[in-house]
């Protein structure tokens, strides 16, 4: 089993930054990919980031250039986001796969006033 923690969302204005972060523990050995993804009121879930064991990153089109996904060490995931927009506005849930499963945290509430 692998447990996963998101902090740092909040309340911020239209261009405004916030930096989420997500540490992992338990069996995290065989991880192979962490990501982020959103789901706004009323909405699917939808992909936001993702970096691979060896650092590979992709991002979403909508997030391409305001967002960034990086490694603090092996037990956690950062996701930067900056210039911030009203449409940002969902929780923020971090997950991470292996070959047999992909877990998930409980979340952050990201919010961007306009």
């Known amino acids: 089993q692998v447990q996963l923690v998101e902090s740092g969302g909040g309340l911020v204005q239209a261009g405004g930054s916030l930096r989420l972060s997500c540490v992992a523990s338990g069996s995290i050995d065989n991880i192979n990919v962490m990501g982020w993804y959103r789901q706004a009121p009323g909405k699917q879930r939808e992909f936001v980031a993702r970096?691979?064991?060896?650092?590979?990153t992709g991002y979403a089109d909508s997030v391409k250039g305001r967002f960034t996904i990086s490694r603090g060490n092996a037990l956690t995931v950062y996701l930067q986001m900056d210039n911030l927009k009203p449409g940002d506005t969902a929780v923020y849930s971090c997950?991470?796969?292996?070959?047999?499963?992909?877990?998930w945290g409980r979340g952050t509430q990201v919010t961007v006033s306009s």
């Open positions: 997950a991470a796969e292996n070959r047999w499963n992909t877990y």
């Open positions: 970096i691979t064991k060896g650092g590979s």
